[in-house]
């Protein structure tokens, strides 16, 4: 079972090894439109739970196989906080990180929650998504389990604001036609705005989605951008750039197909992070059909065969 997948170059994180807390099934209370994993009815617990001992393993095997890691990135097919042993895994991943920094990718919707909220204090840095601030947009856009409560969602990440030390991140994926108002931005805005974000990501669909939904345009994302900025939001806005290149990172099928399923990746992405072996291996995948090319928004992607 392959734990950890990547690297794969941040522009904002650097050098990142993912760390999936759910390899093999899709475990999340979301069922995103959006989602880069095929859609899966939302769930309230993970049933399938790998041992803090299992992960830890299959960190320090990678770390001593890539030596630049310079960010652990903790997330899941699915939820991370969802793990029900989060805290004790961050207490013993110290032990072992080296110099790497910790990053949590979170949907933020437990954060409430002190038996989560404690674990998460843990991090170096934690990310939160943030789709809606209204129920009837965060309903459509996220598709949350029954039991959560987006009120709840709120006060809880003002709450954990209180007494995080670290770099507190926010992201928000435009759908055309679903949150993308101009209203609930604005209160979006007026949301964020007291919890002083180290910065705030903005973007639209940029791979393969779960469901048939449409971006927004770049001149719509400006237009969010200049709205957020002008409440006091450090705004990011990424664009396709050249990727780091890292001429050595070699991987074998299962870690091509681990890596795929978590993240298409584009033509690009390949030729820069993947040596000339992988790719190999890449192009024998594509003629077994074990793993297709799609493009979207104009850029080809490598991603999975759906079954």
């Not at 209370?29 to 989602?35: G, H, V």
């Not at 013993?92 to 920094?101: F, M, P, Q, V, W």
């Not at 290149?245 to 681990?258: G, H, P, R, Y």
Request: hydrophobic content about 35%.
């Amino acid at each position: 079972m392959n734990v950890t997948f990547g690297p794969i170059y941040s522009r904002r994180f650097g050098e990142s090894l993912g760390v999936d807390l759910s390899p093999q099934y899709k475990q999340c209370n979301y069922d995103c439109l959006y989602c880069e994993l095929e859609g899966k009815k939302a769930q309230e617990t993970m049933e399938e739970i790998l041992s803090v001992e299992e992960i830890l393993t299959s960190i320090q095997e990678a770390l001593s196989k890539f030596k630049s890691i310079e960010c652990l990135t903790i997330t899941a097919n699915g939820e991370p906080t969802l793990y029900p042993h989060l805290y004790e895994l961050m207490l013993r991943l110290e032990d072992i990180k080296g110099a790497a920094k910790t990053l949590l990718l979170t949907n933020g919707a437990l954060l409430w929650d002190l038996n989560v909220s404690r674990a998460c204090l843990l991090f170096d840095k934690v990310k939160f998504s943030l789709d809606a601030v209204t129920p009837e947009v965060f309903k459509k856009i996220d598709r949350p389990h029954s039991t959560i409560n987006l009120e709840q969602i709120l006060r809880g990440i003002y709450e954990f604001r209180q007494d995080f030390r670290g770099e507190l991140y926010a992201e928000i994926l435009f759908v055309k036609g679903v949150n993308d108002d101009l209203k609930e931005i604005e209160k979006m805005a007026k949301f964020l705005f007291p919890l002083f974000v180290t910065r705030l990501d903005i973007g639209t669909i940029d791979r393969p989605p779960a469901y048939k939904v449409q971006k927004v345009s770049q001149e719509a994302l400006k237009e969010f951008q200049a709205l957020f900025q002008k409440h006091g939001i450090r705004t990011n806005l990424p664009t396709r750039e050249t990727t780091k290149s890292q001429e050595n990172l070699t991987l074998n099928e299962e870690e091509i197909l681990k890596t795929l399923a978590l993240r298409p990746m584009s033509q690009e992405d390949i030729k820069a992070l993947w040596d000339s072996n992988t790719q190999e291996i890449l192009r024998r995948l594509c003629k077994e059909q074990k793993v297709i090319e799609n493009k979207i928004n104009g850029v080809d992607f490598y991603q999975l065969t759906k079954k």
